[in-house]
């Protein structure tokens, strides 16, 4: 039984702390403490993946050999298990790593340790990018492979290969050096396309028949005097051969015969082009049918084919005939969904919903655009949700949104087709979308942004050397491009989602590779699709065909082309089944917890809950966060994009007095439903104890006398408990059990008693021991000794409380004014006054505001002769006066009890 142990090294980071796991299950691995480059992309994430045939380490997205990963793909497992250490380096495993592999170049910082136990003793690994296989390693023993190298245009180069590319209209030098830096060159010395005699081009395996060669035109531009030769018509029969036995640099160009394909066209590589020996030769029709073919064998002086020149009336320089082909290509990056091509048509894949650097200028640190990425459906897929540019450091922002919006800061702008000047940016809107121009020292940025792509070109006389952000460099890693300061706190977590049982990736991958059919294909050969195909297939493979999401991907390439190349592809929407060029949700705002998509496939549009914040309503299958319950109100919002889910229209519900209804915020689109004590919507008050309840219900039922709907009947409960308000603790205790006076008045003489209960009964007495609660009833007895009932009555003439013990005090409050209890206090009761002698009332115990002191309590007393009078206060239920009946009164007294707390 064989170990398998794979080695991944990182070459350019300082790993962190050792880190050992276990696994027997796919799972996905952070490794952003040693980041690994798998041929010129950095990865801060590993995929390990078990299946019936393989085993697999990728990084962009698990195994699946339908789609376009990045992978290390070996044979089954005998044990599906794995043992993971990320560990720094030492010198012995630098030694042995360079010793293995001389080419190595850098330092080794950290290493990756995968071990598998696997089932046979030489097994065959192979490396894919984009699903291509690039290595294959028969593993025996100690076997050592180097994943490093360059990607441009959807191609891998090892380290150490410069190759000369025909690419859109430039003759460019693509180089990968020794330690795997890519740089290209575009050649000078007026180099471009030029016309020439019918060559051969090999692309993809086929030989088409083109007019066109990478020529470095080093001379001057030659006078125009030479004469031409006009061919016609080319037929086979029509091509003499001519046998030259001497060949000189003046009479024919060198060509020698490199390849010859399956249809025997010969491929002609012209080594040496002066424009002395360039003959002009000016061709009206040539087709495939009418060129010549070749099979040549041995190429000697003497079996070079030529072509017979039957006038020539100047032997001076020729003309060459040229089609128009620009000098060069606009620098085009495209975000479109989760994918990111750069300028050099190299693919990253952002896995998070954070903000990016996409484009930076080293030169001008002022300057920055940003992409911001966010989920929609799935939590697992991201998606480019808008765009920001940064102009003057961190003084103006500009916001393009979905929707076709656009912000400067917080201020939302009013664009149309016509330009405006903002800041000195260009802003434009149309029907496609949102286009700004930015003049920077010399070069202009242009960001098209539809809502769902963003296209960023260069064009100018100095373009940049070098570029930082997604767009330029791809070999930083995604950390060191992640913005913190513009991005949300957790935004790096990513999420696996449960595949989707309803994609057929082969149908999507046949969808994809329409960019390779026409009419794209008129843009194929200038503008390399297989990068399009790619991001297309690796999000279709995982997320549902939605939301324009099927031709997102080739309207981003179509426009890619015009931008690049200046080259149109006609009504590719036609066959392709889409709608014509439009901004998708154009002038539809959604709020930043949504999205803009599809109701039905080809159908409105309308805002979607966004995956992560629907899921902490729908784990708890609510529509809604909880009631808000204050004091005196109560309120409850729900989830617009939830209820359009469930097909419920907000306007139609209501709480249970159906005047009250749910109002929705425009920004957010939350629905909120409220009642307060001054309007309770219906809400039923209950008690319980120390609680108060209201209870209410969000519904869409009515009290019509329908028997039947067709609608679901919707109702949630909308109640508050609430406890009620804690008595004051505050306690009294009065100082005496009772407070007695007597009292000697000319003839009368008795003994006054003042006495406090909390009973009605008047049976349970106040002692200095009881704490009497604040609001808590007490009555408060005037009883006399020695007074004849039958001869004088008691009356209580006024009771009032003071904050000292002087009755006159300055802060005072009446219980008692004139025999009456005070009309603004509704606790006071009297009972018994001016009946005989002794009488009672009862208050609800207070203090006064602000002060904790002792309350005095004071009262006033008079006797009154019964012969012949009425002695009982009449109180006046409007006014609470009585008549005066003060002659008949006797022997007034007072008398005063203490309280403290």
């Not at 149309?416 to 000047?421: E, R």
């Not at 003049?439 to 960023?456: E, P, R």
């Not at 909880?626 to 617009?640: E, F, K, M, R, Y």
Request: hydrophobic share 30%.
């Amino acid at each position: 039984m064989l170990h398998l142990l794979i080695y991944l090294s990182a070459l350019s980071l300082m790993a962190g702390a050792d880190e050992y796991r276990s696994f027997s299950a796919s799972s996905v691995l952070d490794i952003s403490s040693c980041p690994i480059t798998f041929y010129g992309q950095t990865y801060e994430q590993i995929y390990v993946s078990f299946t019936s045939e393989n085993v697999s380490i990728c990084f962009n997205d698990f195994y699946n050999p339908q789609t376009t990963g990045d992978c290390v793909v070996g044979p089954k497992a005998k044990i599906d298990s794995v043992y993971f250490t990320i560990s720094p380096s030492d010198p012995s495993s630098e030694y042995i790593l360079i010793s293995a592999i001389p080419t190595i170049k850098n330092h080794l910082q950290c290493l990756l340790l995968f071990t598998f136990i696997l089932d046979q003793m030489t097994m065959v690994f192979d490396a894919h990018v984009s699903g291509t296989t690039v290595d294959s390693w028969n593993v025996t023993g100690s076997t050592f492979a180097d994943i490093s190298g360059c990607r441009y245009s959807g191609n891998v180069y090892k380290p150490g290969t410069s190759v000369l590319l025909s690419s859109s209209g430039t003759c460019l030098n693509v180089s990968c050096n020794e330690t795997a830096v890519l740089s290209t060159q575009v050649l000078t010395g007026n180099s471009k396309l030029k016309k020439s005699s019918p060559l051969t081009l090999h692309r993809a395996g086929i030989a088409s028949v083109i007019a066109r060669a990478c020529l470095l035109d080093t001379t001057t531009t030659p006078t125009v005097t030479s004469p031409t030769v006009s061919i016609e018509t080319i037929t086979d029969s029509t091509i003499p051969t001519v046998s030259i036995e001497t060949i000189t640099d003046s009479t024919i160009p060198t060509v020698s015969i490199e390849t010859i394909t399956e249809s025997t066209i010969p491929t002609v590589t012209i080594d040496t082009i002066t424009d002395s020996t360039i003959p002009t030769v000016s061709i009206e029709t040539i087709t495939e049918s009418t060129i010549p073919t070749v099979t040549i064998d041995t190429i000697t002086d003497s079996t070079i084919p030529t072509v017979s020149i039957e006038t020539i009336t100047d032997s001076t320089s020729p003309t060459v005939t040229t089609d128009t082909i620009p000098d060069s290509t606009t620098p085009t990056c495209t975000v479109t969904g989760s994918t990111v091509i750069d300028f050099n048509g190299q693919v990253n894949s952002v896995q998070d919903r954070c903000v990016y650097s996409l484009v930076s200028d080293d030169n001008i640190p002022d300057f920055l655009v940003l992409g911001n990425f966010q989920e929609r459906r799935r939590k697992g897929v991201s998606f480019l949700e808008s765009v920001k540019l940064r102009l003057d450091g961190s003084g103006v922002l500009i916001h393009l949104e979905q929707g076709g919006r656009v912000q400067l800061d917080d201020t939302t702008l009013t664009l149309n087709s016509s330009t405006q000047l903002v800041h000195g940016v260009e802003l434009s809107k149309d029907q496609t979308g949102v286009t700004v121009k930015v003049s920077l020292s010399n070069y202009t940025t242009s960001v098209f942004f539809d809502g769902y792509t963003a296209q960023i070109s260069l064009t100018g006389p100095g373009l940049p050397s070098h570029l930082s952000g997604l767009c330029g460099n791809s070999s930083s890693s995604l950390s060191e491009l992640r913005l913190p300061n513009y991005s949300v706190s957790g935004c790096e977590i990513q999420y696996n989602d449960t595949a989707d049982s309803t994609i057929n990736c082969t149908t999507m991958t046949e969808r994809c590779n329409l960019l390779k059919e026409a009419p794209f294909t008129t843009c194929n050969s200038l503008n390399d699709p297989q990068p399009y195909v790619t991001a297309c297939t690796n999000t279709l493979c995982k997320y549902p065909a939605v939301d324009g999401l099927s031709c997102q991907f080739l309207k981003a390439y179509s426009r890619a082309c015009n931008l690049q190349n200046n080259e149109t592809v006609g009504d590719w929407w036609t066959k392709a089944g889409c709608s014509a060029p439009q901004a998708f949700c154009q002038d539809r705002t959604c709020s930043p917890h949504e999205f803009c998509g599809e109701k039905t496939d080809g159908g409105e549009t309308r805002c979607f809950c966004r995956a992560l914040f629907a899921s902490k309503y729908t784990s708890t299958h609510s529509l809604g966060g909880p009631t808000i319950c204050s004091q005196d109100s109560a309120s409850l919002s729900l989830v617009g994009c939830l209820l359009e889910d469930k097909g419920i229209d907000y306007s139609t519900l209501h709480l249970n007095d159906q005047t009250c209804r749910g109002h929705m915020d425009q920004q957010t689109h939350m629905v909120t439903f409220s009642f307060n004590n001054s309007n309770t919507c219906g809400a039923v008050v209950t008690t319980n104890n120390s609680q108060v309840i209201y209870k209410n219900a969000i519904t869409n039922q009515n009290s019509s006398s329908d028997i039947i709907t067709r609608h679901d009947q919707i109702y949630i409960d909308f109640s508050c408990v609430e406890t009620k308000p804690d008595i004051k603790t505050m306690s009294f205790s009065i100082k005496d059990s009772s407070v007695i006076q007597h009292i000697t008045s000319g003839a009368w003489s008795y003994t006054l008693t003042m006495k406090a209960y909390t009973n009605a009964k008047r049976t349970q007495a106040v002692e200095p021991s009881t704490e009497v609660q604040l609001d808590q009833r007490i009555w408060v007895e005037l009883k006399t000794d020695g007074l004849d009932d039958s001869l004088v009555a008691v009356v209580t003439d006024s009771c009032w409380a003071t904050s000292e013990p002087s009755p006159s005090g300055s802060l005072r409050y009446d219980l008692i004014i004139n025999g009456c209890a005070n009309p603004t206090d509704q606790t006071v009761k009297v009972e018994g006054n001016g009946l005989g002698t002794s009488n009672y009332f009862t208050f609800n115990m207070f203090q006064f505001t602000g002060k904790s002191g002792d309350i005095y309590l004071h009262c006033k007393l008079q006797l009154c002769v019964k012969e012949n009078n009425d002695c009982v206060p009449v109180c006046n239920a409007a006014s609470r006066r009585r008549r005066s009946l003060r002659s008949k009164y006797e022997a007034a007294a007072f008398i005063t009890m203490a309280w403290t707390n």
